[in-house]
């Protein structure tokens, strides 16, 4: 199917899933036509002798909204990405050029497209039959983080997830949906930085012998007061640029990945 034939939903909603789900329990709460007995209002300060209260869904939803960074760095693919553009960056020894904010924007976007088929499906499955009315809070919360449950699990190791579970006292699990959420988020995010660091690795040798040669040039030739680092950076860039490096990287990257 080519790019201009895309089924709804739509891509800029799928996009900002993450934080709709994210959301989820406080929108819950603060639904107009919500079932149960309303929250009660909570007192946050006094003005002039006067108490000031703030009703309790609405504190949820704004406590539910700090959240959403922390989130993005543990359930989705932001972590293996930036971990690896910074491991990419020492091992160039350019200082802080791409500068932070750079990185993190090519990461986010990264991420964006790496998760966007998990987001379109949890989208479709559960936030928008929910959003319709079709299906309650509880089914929407199942079908919605089971794309993102399917993400994590398959890129999850499974020595990660023994470790974890040992700690929680657990033994092992019947099928994949019995393991607990702080489990499972606990072993993707240590899987993570793992893989990050085995691509770092792999990314480094061919920068570290550049940094060898030169220096054992530099040695042979009686130059050593001249720093082996500062005469090998361009040629370490020269070598990144004529492999197409940025390409190569992202590519391999997005193609890190396993499918859910």
């Known amino acids: 199917m080519r790019a201009g034939q895309r089924p709804a939903p739509a891509t800029v909603a799928s996009w900002l899933l993450l934080a709709l789900l994210l959301l989820l329990p406080a929108l819950a709460f603060a639904a107009p036509g919500a079932a149960g007995t309303p929250l009660p209002d909570v007192t946050v300060g006094k003005v002039g002798g006067q108490n000031v209260s703030l009703p309790l869904q609405t504190l949820l939803l704004m406590t539910a909204i700090t959240l959403i960074p922390s989130m993005l760095l543990v359930l989705t693919a932001f972590t293996r990405i930036i971990v690896v553009l910074a491991l ?48 309650d809070f509880q089914s929407a919360w199942a079908l919605t983080t089971q794309p993102l449950r399917g993400f994590m699990l398959a890129q999850i190791r499974e020595t990660d997830l023994m470790t974890f579970a040992g700690i929680a ?16 988020v606990a072993s993707f995010v240590t899987s993570e930085l793992k893989t990050a660091f085995e691509i770092g690795f792999l990314i480094f040798i061919p920068f570290v012998i550049i940094d060898l040669v030169v220096a054992s040039v530099l040695m042979s030739m009686g130059m050593m007061m001249l720093s082996p680092m500062l005469v090998s950076a361009p040629f370490k860039i020269l070598l990144f640029v004529l492999v197409d490096g940025w390409v190569l990287t992202v590519g391999t990257l997005a193609a890190s990945f396993n499918p859910a």
């Open 169 to 184: 006292g657990h033994g092992t699990y019947a099928s994949p949906d019995a393991i607990p959420f702080p489990v499972l």
């Open 88 to 135: 990419l960056r020492q091992a160039l020894g350019t200082g802080q050029t791409p500068s932070n904010q750079i990185l993190l924007g090519l990461a986010l976007f990264l991420t964006a497209m790496v998760m966007l088929p998990t987001w379109d499906k949890a989208w479709s499955t559960g936030m928008a039959p929910y959003l319709n009315g079709d299906i």
